[in-house]
Protein backbone atom coordinates (compact mmCIF):
# COMPACT_ATOMS: atom_id res chain seq x y z
CA UNK A 1 0.00 0.00 0.00
CA UNK A 2 0.95 3.52 -0.37
CA UNK A 3 1.50 3.88 3.48
CA UNK A 4 3.47 1.32 3.65
CA UNK A 5 6.05 2.79 1.27
CA UNK A 6 6.60 6.19 3.34
CA UNK A 7 8.84 7.50 7.02
CA UNK A 8 8.24 10.63 7.19
CA UNK A 9 5.15 11.09 9.00
CA UNK A 10 2.95 13.13 11.15
CA UNK A 11 0.78 12.00 13.94
CA UNK A 12 -3.01 13.66 14.00
CA UNK A 13 -5.50 11.54 15.78
CA UNK A 14 -7.35 14.40 15.68
CA UNK A 15 -8.49 14.28 12.08
CA UNK A 16 -9.83 10.90 12.52
CA UNK A 17 -12.49 12.22 15.08
CA UNK A 18 -13.10 15.54 13.02
CA UNK A 19 -13.54 12.86 9.86
CA UNK A 20 -16.01 11.03 12.04
CA UNK A 21 -17.93 13.81 13.97
CA UNK A 22 -18.30 15.20 10.05
CA UNK A 23 -19.57 11.70 8.69
CA UNK A 24 -22.02 11.55 11.47
CA UNK A 25 -23.18 15.05 11.31
CA UNK A 26 -23.32 14.92 7.57
CA UNK A 27 -24.80 11.54 7.38
CA UNK A 28 -22.09 10.39 4.92
CA UNK A 29 -19.43 7.64 4.95
CA UNK A 30 -16.52 8.40 6.79
CA UNK A 31 -14.20 7.57 4.16
CA UNK A 32 -15.56 9.94 2.03
CA UNK A 33 -14.49 12.92 4.85
CA UNK A 34 -10.97 11.07 4.67
CA UNK A 35 -10.59 11.35 0.94
CA UNK A 36 -11.78 15.27 0.67
CA UNK A 37 -9.22 15.74 3.91
CA UNK A 38 -6.18 14.03 1.39
CA UNK A 39 -7.28 16.10 -1.26
CA UNK A 40 -6.73 19.50 0.30
CA UNK A 41 -3.61 17.92 1.85
CA UNK A 42 -2.01 17.19 -1.59
CA UNK A 43 -3.08 20.78 -2.79
CA UNK A 44 -1.72 22.26 -0.38
CA UNK A 45 1.92 19.99 -0.97
CA UNK A 46 1.56 20.66 -4.23
CA UNK A 47 1.20 24.71 -3.70
CA UNK A 48 4.64 24.14 -1.33
CA UNK A 49 6.92 21.52 -3.80
CA UNK A 50 5.61 22.62 -6.91
CA UNK A 51 2.27 22.24 -9.14
CA UNK A 52 4.73 20.61 -11.87
CA UNK A 53 5.05 17.35 -9.85
CA UNK A 54 2.56 14.71 -8.93
CA UNK A 55 2.29 14.80 -5.00
CA UNK A 56 0.39 12.07 -2.98
CA UNK A 57 -1.40 12.56 -0.18
CA UNK A 58 -2.65 10.14 2.42
CA UNK A 59 -3.84 9.91 6.07
CA UNK A 60 -3.34 6.76 7.61
CA UNK A 61 -6.67 5.19 9.01
CA UNK A 62 -5.91 3.96 12.30
CA UNK A 63 -3.12 6.58 13.59
CA UNK A 64 -4.10 9.37 11.81
CA UNK A 65 -0.35 10.36 10.26
CA UNK A 66 -0.59 12.34 7.60
CA UNK A 67 1.78 10.83 4.90
CA UNK A 68 2.89 12.79 1.93
CA UNK A 69 5.00 11.64 -1.32
CA UNK A 70 6.22 12.55 -4.60
CA UNK A 71 5.54 10.20 -7.33
CA UNK A 72 7.86 9.13 -9.99
CA UNK A 73 6.83 6.85 -13.30
CA UNK A 74 9.59 4.47 -14.21
CA UNK A 75 9.28 4.62 -18.31
CA UNK A 76 11.66 3.90 -21.44
CA UNK A 77 12.18 7.36 -22.64
CA UNK A 78 11.86 10.76 -20.47
CA UNK A 79 9.43 13.61 -21.38
CA UNK A 80 9.33 15.49 -17.93
CA UNK A 81 11.78 14.82 -15.28
CA UNK A 82 9.52 16.34 -12.67
CA UNK A 83 7.32 12.74 -12.90
CA UNK A 84 9.01 10.32 -14.73
CA UNK A 85 12.65 8.48 -14.39
CA UNK A 86 14.68 5.93 -16.41
CA UNK A 87 14.69 2.47 -16.29
CA UNK A 88 18.20 2.77 -15.64
CA UNK A 89 17.78 5.01 -13.08
CA UNK A 90 14.92 2.90 -11.46
CA UNK A 91 17.06 -0.54 -11.38
CA UNK A 92 19.63 1.59 -9.63
CA UNK A 93 16.98 2.47 -6.67
CA UNK A 94 15.21 -1.16 -7.04
CA UNK A 95 16.95 -4.26 -9.38
CA UNK A 96 13.55 -5.24 -9.88
CA UNK A 97 12.03 -1.77 -11.80
CA UNK A 98 10.13 -1.89 -14.50
CA UNK A 99 8.58 -0.08 -17.54
CA UNK A 100 5.35 1.14 -15.49
CA UNK A 101 6.46 0.88 -12.39
CA UNK A 102 6.17 3.81 -9.83
CA UNK A 103 8.69 5.11 -6.98
CA UNK A 104 7.29 7.15 -3.67
CA UNK A 105 9.92 9.36 -2.30
CA UNK A 106 8.45 10.51 1.00
CA UNK A 107 8.37 14.35 1.80
CA UNK A 108 8.97 16.17 4.84
CA UNK A 109 5.43 17.29 5.97
CA UNK A 110 4.09 20.94 6.00
CA UNK A 111 2.55 23.02 8.27
CA UNK A 112 -0.63 24.63 6.60
CA UNK A 113 -0.58 28.29 6.49
CA UNK A 114 -3.20 31.05 6.35
CA UNK A 115 -4.02 30.47 2.69
CA UNK A 116 -3.06 26.84 2.34
CA UNK A 117 -5.77 26.10 5.06
CA UNK A 118 -8.16 28.35 3.77
CA UNK A 119 -8.01 26.08 0.54
CA UNK A 120 -8.07 23.19 2.28
CA UNK A 121 -11.40 24.01 4.02
CA UNK A 122 -12.88 24.75 0.65
CA UNK A 123 -11.93 21.74 -0.50
CA UNK A 124 -13.14 19.52 2.06
CA UNK A 125 -16.54 21.97 2.23
CA UNK A 126 -16.95 21.00 -1.71
CA UNK A 127 -16.22 17.37 -1.38
CA UNK A 128 -18.97 16.69 1.74
CA UNK A 129 -21.30 18.94 -0.25
CA UNK A 130 -21.46 16.79 -3.11
CA UNK A 131 -21.35 13.54 -1.04
CA UNK A 132 -24.09 15.06 0.47
CA UNK A 133 -25.99 15.66 -2.69
CA UNK A 134 -25.23 12.26 -4.22
CA UNK A 135 -26.50 10.52 -1.30
CA UNK A 136 -29.60 12.49 -1.49
CA UNK A 137 -30.27 11.78 -5.12
CA UNK A 138 -29.89 7.92 -4.35
CA UNK A 139 -32.29 8.44 -1.57
CA UNK A 140 -34.96 10.37 -3.19
CA UNK A 141 -34.45 8.75 -7.01
CA UNK A 142 -36.66 5.37 -6.38
CA UNK A 143 -39.15 7.33 -3.92
CA UNK A 144 -41.16 9.11 -7.05
CA UNK A 145 -44.96 8.37 -7.03
CA UNK A 146 -44.65 8.60 -2.88
CA UNK A 147 -46.53 10.86 -0.79
CA UNK A 148 -44.13 12.69 1.79
CA UNK A 149 -44.64 15.30 4.57
CA UNK A 150 -42.60 18.26 4.84
CA UNK A 151 -42.28 21.65 6.24
CA UNK A 152 -42.64 24.61 4.59
CA UNK A 153 -39.36 26.97 4.12
CA UNK A 154 -40.52 29.62 2.17
CA UNK A 155 -42.24 30.81 -0.22
CA UNK A 156 -41.00 32.65 -4.31
CA UNK A 157 -43.23 33.81 -6.77
CA UNK A 158 -46.15 31.23 -5.24
CA UNK A 159 -43.38 28.51 -5.87
CA UNK A 160 -42.72 26.67 -1.98
CA UNK A 161 -40.39 24.93 -1.10
CA UNK A 162 -40.06 22.42 1.28
CA UNK A 163 -38.06 21.17 3.81
CA UNK A 164 -38.07 17.08 3.61
CA UNK A 165 -35.11 16.45 6.63
CA UNK A 166 -32.96 14.80 4.18
CA UNK A 167 -33.45 17.34 1.69
CA UNK A 168 -35.53 19.97 0.06
CA UNK A 169 -38.10 19.77 -2.19
CA UNK A 170 -39.84 22.13 -4.74
CA UNK A 171 -43.71 22.46 -5.46
CA UNK A 172 -43.85 24.65 -8.76
CA UNK A 173 -47.06 27.09 -8.83
CA UNK A 174 -48.96 25.07 -11.21
CA UNK A 175 -48.56 22.28 -8.69
CA UNK A 176 -49.82 24.14 -5.64
CA UNK A 177 -53.69 24.14 -5.38
CA UNK A 178 -55.38 27.23 -6.77
CA UNK A 179 -56.08 29.56 -3.46
CA UNK A 180 -54.14 27.21 -1.71
CA UNK A 181 -52.06 29.19 0.85
CA UNK A 182 -48.94 28.30 3.21
CA UNK A 183 -46.68 30.37 5.00
CA UNK A 184 -43.03 29.46 6.61
CA UNK A 185 -43.40 26.33 9.20
CA UNK A 186 -46.82 25.29 7.45
CA UNK A 187 -46.92 21.18 7.63
CA UNK A 188 -47.79 20.27 3.66
CA UNK A 189 -48.18 16.45 2.00
CA UNK A 190 -47.03 15.81 -1.54
CA UNK A 191 -46.81 13.68 -4.38
CA UNK A 192 -43.18 12.95 -5.90
CA UNK A 193 -43.42 13.79 -9.74
CA UNK A 194 -39.53 13.93 -10.32
CA UNK A 195 -36.26 13.37 -9.34
CA UNK A 196 -33.32 15.30 -11.30
CA UNK A 197 -29.84 14.88 -10.94
CA UNK A 198 -28.47 18.12 -11.90
CA UNK A 199 -25.03 20.58 -11.07
CA UNK A 200 -26.48 22.47 -8.24
CA UNK A 201 -27.57 18.90 -6.33
CA UNK A 202 -30.79 16.57 -6.70
CA UNK A 203 -33.62 18.47 -7.75
CA UNK A 204 -36.80 16.91 -6.01
CA UNK A 205 -40.37 18.06 -7.08
CA UNK A 206 -43.81 17.63 -5.67
CA UNK A 207 -47.06 18.12 -6.58
CA UNK A 208 -50.32 18.85 -4.80
CA UNK A 209 -52.51 18.80 -8.33
CA UNK A 210 -51.77 15.71 -9.55
CA UNK A 211 -54.12 12.96 -10.00
CA UNK A 212 -51.47 10.44 -8.72
CA UNK A 213 -52.04 12.11 -5.61
CA UNK A 214 -55.28 11.76 -4.80
CA UNK A 215 -55.15 8.04 -5.96
CA UNK A 216 -52.39 7.68 -3.37
CA UNK A 217 -54.38 10.05 -0.81
CA UNK A 218 -57.28 7.21 -1.43
CA UNK A 219 -54.64 4.29 -0.75
CA UNK A 220 -53.83 5.62 2.55
CA UNK A 221 -57.34 6.46 4.06
CA UNK A 222 -59.22 3.20 2.68
CA UNK A 223 -58.29 -0.19 3.87
CA UNK A 224 -59.65 -2.08 1.10
CA UNK A 225 -58.01 -0.35 -1.43
CA UNK A 226 -54.95 -0.68 -0.08
CA UNK A 227 -55.27 -4.49 0.18
CA UNK A 228 -55.71 -4.12 -3.85
CA UNK A 229 -59.86 -5.56 -3.10
CA UNK A 230 -60.73 -2.15 -4.44
CA UNK A 231 -59.55 -0.96 -7.52
CA UNK A 232 -59.22 2.62 -8.77
CA UNK A 233 -59.96 2.60 -12.74
CA UNK A 234 -59.41 6.32 -13.40
CA UNK A 235 -58.91 9.81 -12.03
CA UNK A 236 -59.86 13.16 -13.20
CA UNK A 237 -59.56 16.25 -11.09
CA UNK A 238 -59.81 20.05 -11.70
CA UNK A 239 -57.88 20.66 -8.40
CA UNK A 240 -59.49 22.54 -5.60
CA UNK A 241 -62.68 22.60 -6.86
CA UNK A 242 -63.82 19.07 -8.07
CA UNK A 243 -63.00 15.64 -8.94
CA UNK A 244 -64.08 12.20 -10.11
CA UNK A 245 -62.72 8.97 -9.30
CA UNK A 246 -64.01 6.00 -10.71
CA UNK A 247 -63.35 2.27 -8.71
CA UNK A 248 -64.50 -0.94 -8.86
CA UNK A 249 -64.56 -4.45 -6.13
CA UNK A 250 -62.82 -7.42 -7.19
CA UNK A 251 -65.09 -8.70 -4.24
CA UNK A 252 -69.03 -8.50 -5.07
CA UNK A 253 -69.59 -8.55 -1.03
CA UNK A 254 -67.66 -5.39 -0.87
CA UNK A 255 -69.88 -2.13 -2.23
CA UNK A 256 -66.42 0.18 -3.58
CA UNK A 257 -68.47 3.29 -3.71
CA UNK A 258 -69.37 2.90 0.12
CA UNK A 259 -65.72 1.17 1.26
CA UNK A 260 -64.07 4.79 -0.01
CA UNK A 261 -66.71 7.12 1.48
CA UNK A 262 -66.60 5.18 4.67
CA UNK A 263 -68.82 5.32 7.62
CA UNK A 264 -70.75 8.89 8.11
CA UNK A 265 -68.17 10.09 5.23
CA UNK A 266 -65.43 10.02 7.57
CA UNK A 267 -62.67 8.02 4.69
CA UNK A 268 -63.42 10.86 1.43
CA UNK A 269 -64.01 13.79 4.04
CA UNK A 270 -60.54 13.25 5.25
CA UNK A 271 -59.18 13.34 1.60
CA UNK A 272 -61.52 16.38 0.89
CA UNK A 273 -60.11 18.34 4.05
CA UNK A 274 -56.30 17.52 2.47
CA UNK A 275 -57.41 18.70 -1.22
CA UNK A 276 -58.66 22.36 0.54
CA UNK A 277 -62.47 20.81 0.20
CA UNK A 278 -62.13 19.71 -3.22
CA UNK A 279 -65.55 18.18 -4.18
CA UNK A 280 -65.11 14.34 -4.60
CA UNK A 281 -67.53 12.27 -7.23
CA UNK A 282 -67.30 8.80 -6.69
CA UNK A 283 -68.22 6.43 -9.28
CA UNK A 284 -68.64 3.09 -9.87
CA UNK A 285 -66.78 1.53 -13.00
CA UNK A 286 -69.09 -0.61 -15.08
CA UNK A 287 -67.32 -2.65 -18.14
CA UNK A 288 -70.82 -1.20 -19.92
CA UNK A 289 -69.82 1.33 -21.67
CA UNK A 290 -73.32 3.41 -21.16
CA UNK A 291 -73.37 2.60 -17.99
CA UNK A 292 -70.39 3.84 -17.02
CA UNK A 293 -70.99 6.91 -18.91
CA UNK A 294 -74.60 7.70 -17.25
CA UNK A 295 -72.40 7.08 -13.73
CA UNK A 296 -70.10 9.72 -14.68
CA UNK A 297 -72.00 12.19 -15.31
CA UNK A 298 -73.91 12.10 -12.02
CA UNK A 299 -75.40 14.16 -10.72
CA UNK A 300 -77.29 15.04 -14.26
CA UNK A 301 -80.18 12.15 -15.26
CA UNK A 302 -79.37 10.73 -18.37
CA UNK A 303 -82.12 9.90 -20.88
CA UNK A 304 -80.12 8.26 -23.67
CA UNK A 305 -76.91 7.26 -24.97
CA UNK A 306 -75.63 6.65 -28.38
CA UNK A 307 -72.55 5.77 -29.03
CA UNK A 308 -69.95 5.76 -31.78
CA UNK A 309 -67.55 3.21 -30.93
CA UNK A 310 -65.06 3.81 -34.28
CA UNK A 311 -64.57 7.62 -33.30
CA UNK A 312 -64.62 6.72 -29.27
CA UNK A 313 -67.60 9.66 -28.94
CA UNK A 314 -71.14 9.24 -27.66
CA UNK A 315 -74.09 11.88 -27.14
CA UNK A 316 -76.01 11.53 -24.23
CA UNK A 317 -79.46 12.85 -24.29
CA UNK A 318 -80.52 14.51 -21.00
CA UNK A 319 -84.28 16.18 -19.95
CA UNK A 320 -84.18 19.94 -20.61
CA UNK A 321 -84.09 21.06 -17.32
CA UNK A 322 -81.04 18.86 -16.38
CA UNK A 323 -78.60 20.41 -19.30
CA UNK A 324 -77.19 22.77 -17.04
CA UNK A 325 -76.60 20.10 -14.18
CA UNK A 326 -75.16 17.92 -16.98
CA UNK A 327 -72.63 20.44 -18.10
CA UNK A 328 -71.38 21.86 -15.12
CA UNK A 329 -70.47 25.35 -14.45
CA UNK A 330 -68.32 26.25 -16.88
CA UNK A 331 -68.26 22.54 -18.29
CA UNK A 332 -66.87 21.39 -15.58
CA UNK A 333 -69.42 18.53 -14.80
CA UNK A 334 -69.22 17.31 -18.86
CA UNK A 335 -65.15 17.75 -18.73
CA UNK A 336 -64.37 15.69 -15.51
CA UNK A 337 -66.58 13.17 -17.34
CA UNK A 338 -64.41 12.79 -20.82
CA UNK A 339 -61.31 12.70 -18.52
CA UNK A 340 -62.19 10.07 -16.67
CA UNK A 341 -63.97 8.05 -18.98
CA UNK A 342 -62.00 8.77 -21.99
CA UNK A 343 -65.15 9.36 -24.36
CA UNK A 344 -66.00 12.59 -25.98
CA UNK A 345 -69.13 13.10 -24.22
CA UNK A 346 -71.76 15.60 -26.57
CA UNK A 347 -74.79 16.55 -24.85
CA UNK A 348 -78.12 17.38 -26.00
CA UNK A 349 -81.59 17.92 -24.26
CA UNK A 350 -84.67 15.93 -25.25
CA UNK A 351 -86.08 18.77 -27.06
CA UNK A 352 -82.96 19.44 -29.72
CA UNK A 353 -82.42 15.78 -29.74
CA UNK A 354 -86.46 15.06 -31.38
CA UNK A 355 -85.43 18.58 -33.63
CA UNK A 356 -82.87 16.70 -35.10
CA UNK A 357 -84.18 13.60 -35.42
CA UNK A 358 -87.59 15.23 -36.84
CA UNK A 359 -85.08 17.27 -39.16
CA UNK A 360 -83.04 14.13 -40.62
CA UNK A 361 -86.62 11.68 -41.03
CA UNK A 362 -87.68 14.77 -43.03
CA UNK A 363 -84.82 15.46 -45.00
CA UNK A 364 -84.80 11.63 -45.76
CA UNK A 365 -88.42 11.62 -46.45
CA UNK A 366 -88.27 14.15 -49.05
CA UNK A 367 -85.48 12.58 -50.64
CA UNK A 368 -87.47 8.68 -51.29
CA UNK A 369 -90.24 11.16 -52.71
CA UNK A 370 -87.63 13.37 -54.96
CA UNK A 371 -85.79 9.75 -56.20
CA UNK A 372 -88.18 7.01 -55.90
CA UNK A 373 -91.39 9.37 -57.25
CA UNK A 374 -93.59 8.18 -54.19
CA UNK A 375 -96.06 9.82 -51.78
CA UNK A 376 -95.10 11.56 -48.56
CA UNK A 377 -96.96 8.54 -46.75
CA UNK A 378 -94.86 5.89 -48.44
CA UNK A 379 -91.87 8.09 -47.76
CA UNK A 380 -92.67 8.01 -44.53
CA UNK A 381 -93.43 4.45 -43.65
CA UNK A 382 -89.71 3.42 -45.25
CA UNK A 383 -87.98 5.94 -42.62
CA UNK A 384 -90.23 4.66 -39.56
CA UNK A 385 -89.01 1.50 -41.02
CA UNK A 386 -85.26 2.54 -40.55
CA UNK A 387 -84.62 3.19 -44.14
CA UNK A 388 -81.74 5.97 -44.17
CA UNK A 389 -80.57 6.00 -47.89
CA UNK A 390 -81.40 4.94 -51.22
CA UNK A 391 -78.56 2.16 -50.72
CA UNK A 392 -80.41 0.96 -47.82
CA UNK A 393 -83.76 0.53 -50.18
CA UNK A 394 -81.75 -0.98 -53.34
CA UNK A 395 -79.37 -3.21 -51.78
CA UNK A 396 -81.92 -4.60 -48.55
CA UNK A 397 -83.43 -8.43 -48.92
CA UNK A 398 -86.58 -8.36 -51.04
CA UNK A 399 -87.99 -9.61 -47.81
CA UNK A 400 -87.37 -7.14 -45.65
CA UNK A 401 -89.47 -4.92 -47.77
CA UNK A 402 -92.26 -7.15 -48.46
CA UNK A 403 -93.00 -8.04 -44.47
CA UNK A 404 -93.11 -3.82 -44.14
CA UNK A 405 -97.01 -2.98 -43.21
CA UNK A 406 -98.92 -2.51 -46.59
CA UNK A 407 -96.04 -3.70 -48.83
CA UNK A 408 -96.60 -6.78 -51.51
CA UNK A 409 -93.66 -8.19 -53.81
CA UNK A 410 -94.73 -5.80 -56.32
CA UNK A 411 -94.64 -2.54 -54.52
CA UNK A 412 -91.25 -3.94 -52.77
CA UNK A 413 -90.22 -4.83 -56.44
CA UNK A 414 -90.56 -1.70 -57.86
CA UNK A 415 -89.27 0.68 -55.01
CA UNK A 416 -86.37 -1.13 -55.26
CA UNK A 417 -85.72 -0.98 -59.24
CA UNK A 418 -86.28 2.78 -58.99
CA UNK A 419 -83.82 2.84 -55.89
CA UNK A 420 -81.40 0.80 -58.21
CA UNK A 421 -82.58 3.60 -61.69
CA UNK A 422 -81.69 6.52 -59.08
CA UNK A 423 -78.11 5.77 -58.30
CA UNK A 424 -77.65 4.53 -61.70
CA UNK A 425 -78.24 7.85 -62.53
CA UNK A 426 -76.59 9.56 -60.08
CA UNK A 427 -73.18 7.28 -60.54
CA UNK A 428 -73.66 8.56 -64.43
CA UNK A 429 -73.72 12.01 -63.41
CA UNK A 430 -70.61 12.06 -60.94
CA UNK A 431 -68.40 9.77 -64.08
CA UNK A 432 -69.35 13.03 -66.58
CA UNK A 433 -68.71 15.62 -63.18
CA UNK A 434 -65.24 13.67 -62.31
CA UNK A 435 -64.50 14.40 -66.60
CA UNK A 436 -64.84 17.63 -66.65
CA UNK A 437 -62.86 18.57 -63.65
CA UNK A 438 -59.57 16.34 -64.73
CA UNK A 439 -60.19 14.00 -62.33
CA UNK A 440 -57.11 11.16 -63.38
CA UNK A 441 -58.31 7.90 -64.21
CA UNK A 442 -55.66 6.37 -61.10
CA UNK A 443 -57.45 8.91 -58.92
CA UNK A 444 -60.77 7.38 -59.91
CA UNK A 445 -59.76 4.06 -59.37
CA UNK A 446 -58.04 4.42 -56.02
CA UNK A 447 -58.96 2.05 -53.35
CA UNK A 448 -61.08 3.76 -50.68
CA UNK A 449 -62.89 6.44 -52.56
CA UNK A 450 -66.33 6.79 -53.20
CA UNK A 451 -67.73 8.50 -56.51
CA UNK A 452 -68.82 11.11 -54.09
CA UNK A 453 -65.47 11.60 -52.63
CA UNK A 454 -63.74 12.23 -55.62
CA UNK A 455 -66.00 15.07 -56.50
CA UNK A 456 -65.36 16.76 -53.02
CA UNK A 457 -62.08 16.02 -53.83
CA UNK A 458 -62.08 18.02 -57.58
CA UNK A 459 -63.83 20.75 -55.79
CA UNK A 460 -61.02 20.94 -53.57
CA UNK A 461 -58.16 20.80 -56.54
CA UNK A 462 -57.26 17.20 -55.56
CA UNK A 463 -57.01 15.78 -59.05
CA UNK A 464 -54.19 12.99 -58.92
CA UNK A 465 -52.57 10.33 -56.70
CA UNK A 466 -49.57 12.79 -55.88
CA UNK A 467 -52.27 15.73 -54.63
CA UNK A 468 -53.95 13.21 -52.66
CA UNK A 469 -50.93 12.36 -50.88
CA UNK A 470 -49.47 15.39 -50.16
CA UNK A 471 -52.83 16.14 -48.00
CA UNK A 472 -52.67 15.72 -44.32
CA UNK A 473 -55.63 13.86 -42.55
CA UNK A 474 -57.06 16.83 -41.58
CA UNK A 475 -56.84 18.25 -44.70
CA UNK A 476 -58.38 15.39 -45.94
CA UNK A 477 -61.42 15.18 -43.82
CA UNK A 478 -62.09 18.73 -44.39
CA UNK A 479 -62.07 18.48 -48.36
CA UNK A 480 -64.97 15.55 -47.92
CA UNK A 481 -67.13 18.01 -45.70
CA UNK A 482 -70.14 16.18 -45.22
CA UNK A 483 -69.38 12.92 -45.85
CA UNK A 484 -67.38 11.65 -42.66
CA UNK A 485 -64.41 9.32 -42.19
CA UNK A 486 -62.73 8.10 -38.65
CA UNK A 487 -58.99 9.22 -38.55
CA UNK A 488 -57.66 5.95 -39.23
CA UNK A 489 -59.76 5.47 -42.32
CA UNK A 490 -57.95 8.91 -43.50
CA UNK A 491 -55.00 8.17 -42.20
CA UNK A 492 -55.06 4.88 -44.40
CA UNK A 493 -55.83 6.69 -47.24
CA UNK A 494 -53.23 9.25 -47.32
CA UNK A 495 -50.40 6.04 -46.72
CA UNK A 496 -51.74 3.85 -49.22
CA UNK A 497 -51.45 7.39 -51.71
CA UNK A 498 -47.58 7.88 -50.56
CA UNK A 499 -46.95 4.27 -51.06
CA UNK A 500 -45.99 5.21 -54.82
CA UNK A 501 -43.08 7.46 -53.80
CA UNK A 502 -41.51 5.02 -51.68
CA UNK A 503 -41.91 2.58 -54.37
CA UNK A 504 -40.33 5.16 -56.62
CA UNK A 505 -37.20 5.58 -54.40
CA UNK A 506 -36.66 1.88 -54.61
CA UNK A 507 -36.24 1.89 -57.91
CA UNK A 508 -34.21 4.89 -57.75
CA UNK A 509 -31.95 3.00 -55.23
CA UNK A 510 -31.68 -0.14 -57.27
CA UNK A 511 -30.85 1.95 -60.59
CA UNK A 512 -27.80 3.39 -58.64
CA UNK A 513 -26.70 -0.14 -57.29
CA UNK A 514 -27.20 -1.36 -61.14
Do not use: H
Given at each position: ?F?D?L??????PE???I?????????I??N???QA????????A??K??????I????N????E????R??KVV??????A?E??LE?????????R?G??????L????????A??????V?????R??E????Y?E??D?????????VK?I??G???V???RG???????D??P????????????????????????????S??A??F??K?F?Q??P??Y??I??I????????????I?VM???N????????????????Q??V???QNEK??II??SED??T????A??P????K?V???????VE???PD?????????R?Q?????????G??I???????E?D?R????S????????K???D??????L?T??????E???????Q??IEI???D????????????T????KE????D???N??????????E?LT?S???K????G?K????L??L???E?K???E?????????????M???????D?D?????????
Amino acid sequence: MFEDNLNQNIARPELLQIAESVAREKSIDQNIVIQAMEQAIQSAAKRKYGQELEIRAGINKKSGEIEIARVLKVVEVVDNKAIEITLEEGQKRDSSARIGDFFYDPLPPIELGRVAAQTAKQVIVQKVRDAEREKQYEEFKDRVGEVVNGLVKRIEYGNVIVDLGRGEAFIRRDDVIPRETFRPGDRIRSWISEVKKEQRGPQIYLSRTANEFMTKLFTQEVPEIYDGIIQIISVARDPGSRAKISVMSKDNSIDPVGACVGMRGSRVQAVVAELQNEKIDIIPFSEDVPTYLVNALAPAEVTKVVLDEEEKKVEIVVPDDQLSLAIGRRGQNVRLACQLTGWDIDILTEGSESDRRQTEMSNISQLFIDKLNVDEVIAQVLVTEGFSSLEAVAYVPIQDLIEIEGFDEKIAEELRERALTSLKEKEEKIKDDLSNMGISEELSQFEGLTPSMLVKLGNAGVKTVDDLADLSSDELKEALEEITLSNNEADEIIMSARSSWFDDDKKEENNEEN
